[in-house]
């Protein structure tokens, strides 16, 4: 009972991983509807890990259901966007606060490897490659803050935000910017000014809520997600 019960849970994720996946490289549009029986047959599995996948997927925010008319991927407004980004910044400045308290060894070491890559990524100019390690530089520093609910509370908002940055088109000067944050946030891990830290991780993903508005229109129940992509960097 305990391997089917193992089997099914992994069966589950598995599912709820490539729709997500789906959701975010934009192969599921927003406001696309997700079948079902099509699912079903697609994946060669039962209704219930795909129900069960469903409602994971909408207790996270990235699909919505509709009485009588089925489950679709979430249209998002520009409120949504920036509350999510609001909450993630509050989060993700907490995590990094308490990674700094902690004083991991090696900490300092493993971040600056990281960013000397990402330094020959900037003068390569591969956003894509960019965007992988910039995501694990600040993974690396959110893990050593050794609160597994925080760390989780926090994946939900990192990935409802990456719907905005998944294929960056990196501006001018953006990933060199980063890099320079980056050395901000090693000193302070170096200095163990969790204030510091905290204050730099909040202040740069505020900042990117600016950009948000390029990917909004006025239309006449407030803002509604357009179909361009966002010029962000996290």
């Given at each position: ?16 991983e490539r729709i997500e996946e789906q959701i975010l490289n934009a192969t599921l549009q927003p406001g696309e509807w ?54 993630r910044a509050n989060l993700e400045s907490l995590a990094t606060f308490l990674a700094v308290k902690k004083r991991k ?21 591969n956003g894509k490659e960019y965007y992988r390690l910039n995501t694990r530089f600040h993974q690396t520093l959110v ?92």
């Amino acid at each position: 009972m305990k391997k089917r019960t193992f089997e099914h849970k992994s069966l589950v994720e598995s599912i709820v991983e490539r729709i997500e996946e789906q959701i975010l490289n934009a192969t599921l549009q927003p406001g696309e509807w997700i079948r079902e029986q099509s699912l079903c047959e697609e994946l060669g599995v039962s209704r219930s890990p795909v129900r069960e996948s469903l409602i994971i997927l909408e207790n996270q925010g990235f699909l919505v259901k509709e009485a009588r008319k089925g489950v679709r991927v979430t249209k998002t407004t520009y409120k949504e966007a920036v509350d999510a980004y609001t909450i993630r910044a509050n989060l993700e400045s907490l995590a990094t606060f308490l990674a700094v308290k902690k004083r991991k060894p090696g900490l300092a070491a493993e971040l600056k490897a990281l960013n000397q890559r990402l330094t020959k990524v900037c003068t390569d100019g591969n956003g894509k490659e960019y965007y992988r390690l910039n995501t694990r530089f600040h993974q690396t520093l959110v893990g050593a803050c050794d609160n597994e609910r925080l760390i989780r509370m926090l994946g939900i908002f990192n990935k409802q935000t990456a719907r905005y940055r998944k294929e960056v088109l990196y501006q001018p000067g953006r990933m060199e910017e980063s890099v320079k944050r980056h050395e901000l946030l090693i000193k302070s891990v170096e200095d163990g000014n969790a204030k510091m830290a905290e204050r730099i991780r909040k202040e740069a993903i505020l900042a990117n809520i600016e950009h948000l508005q390029h990917m909004f229109k006025d239309e006449e129940e407030g803002f509604e997600d357009q179909s361009r992509r966002m010029h962000i960097m996290p």
